[in-house]
């Protein structure tokens, strides 16, 4: 039996399932129920070896999580932006997933660790140990006097997105709607500058996948480091304001960072539904455009597993392995499908936190 390709994922919301799910945390991490799209078990045998985990803090709500499914069945629809979510709001529930990365790590400690460096996820897949990033998704757990950043920072936080779909202290984020373009509100907060300043001081990604277009143009003149969107596709596909125009992939080749390819029907489809037929051909017609944009280096993972609705043909991480087989199938070589997997994500944070 032919080992699965080890790959490397830009983005997913393990840790808030892990928050908010009724079952017992050994349960939901190391059981072998299947339920959601990650687990201990499913990642060793799809070849998970690493990957951001969001800390994301939802919008406060009293009743059930709303079902993007439904919601997105009937384009054209923009669903209300959620309010600002404020720093003593956020910060409890940010903090509890920052623990519970590090007790995953602790409840299993010969198959994954937190890793802070490139060189800790290269020792970690060599012994095949799945490496775990911490990301944050939404900055409101950082608070205006940026105090809360270098805590976070020491530890474990490699990558931040200033914003999700929801204005901050920092900036605008875009709105789940479709059609639309991110070209949507202001840019950047002088906090948000300042944000911006400090990470890259520290040595932490900024993620511009939630952010509107005029404040992706502010990173990229107030940073200096690689532009990366670790789960967005392409805009020329499926015009969703959380896809990226070609304008921005070109900009993400020349600073020489990435794009994680979204596993999201709905920022898949051409016509923005949730549609878990999607086939194969619509999610490598976006990956050929990706590449032809942004460049075979500059293109990876960003699968939003436990964050969104995946097409069937993927299901949950065990479908990763299938992916790599379309790709191939439809003419990827191993070189390029290797540089998708895990080669430019690596190559990338490495010259983001160096």
């Not at 996820?121 to 757990?141: C, L, N, P, S």
Request: glycine share 10%; net charge negative.
């Amino acid at each position: 039996m032919t080992a699965p390709i080890p790959f490397f994922d830009g983005h997913n919301d393990f840790l808030l399932r892990l928050l908010k799910a009724p079952a017992p945390r050994d349960e939901t991490w190391l059981g072998t129920a299947g339920h959601g799209h990650l687990d201990l078990a499913r990642m060793k045998n799809a070849g998970f070896a690493g990957g951001m985990f969001a800390i994301f803090v939802p919008p406060a709500s009293s009743g059930p999580p709303p079902d993007f499914k439904a919601l997105m069945a009937d384009p054209p629809y923009a669903l209300p932006m959620p309010p600002e979510m404020t720093h003593p709001q956020a910060q409890p529930d940010a903090l509890a997933m920052a623990g519970l990365l590090h007790w995953m790590e602790r409840s299993a400690p010969n198959d994954f660790r937190v890793c802070r460096s490139v060189a800790d996820i290269r020792t970690a897949m060599k012994t095949g140990v799945i490496a775990g990033m911490m990301h944050m998704e939404g900055a409101e757990a950082i608070g205006p006097d940026l105090d809360a950043l270098y805590l976070f920072h020491d530890i474990g936080l490699r990558s931040l997105g200033p914003v999700w779909s929801r204005p901050t202290i920092f900036g605008h984020g875009v709105p789940m709607a479709f059609p639309g373009s991110p070209d949507t509100g202001p840019g950047l907060t002088e906090a948000g500058l300042d944000l911006v300043r400090l990470c890259d001081e520290l040595g932490i990604v900024i993620d511009l996948s939630h952010l509107n277009e005029k404040g992706f143009d502010d990173v990229a003149r107030c940073s200096a480091a690689p532009l990366v969107a670790t789960h967005s596709n392409a805009h020329a596909l499926c015009d969703s304001p959380r896809n990226l125009t070609d304008r921005q992939l070109h900009m993400i080749r020349e600073r020489g960072g990435m794009v994680g390819f979204n596993f999201a029907a709905f920022y898949l489809n051409a016509d923005g539904t949730a549609d878990t037929g999607t086939g194969w051909d619509v999610m490598l017609r976006h990956l050929d455009h990706l590449i032809a944009q942004a460049g075979e280096d500059h293109v990876g993972l960003g699968s939003d597993f436990d964050g969104c609705v995946l097409p069937d043909l993927i299901g949950d991480v065990t479908g990763v392995p299938r992916l790599f087989d379309a790709m191939a199938a439809h003419g990827y070589g191993d070189d390029l499908i290797r540089k998708l997997a895990h080669e430019n994500w690596l190559a990338c944070i490495d010259r983001c936190l160096n």
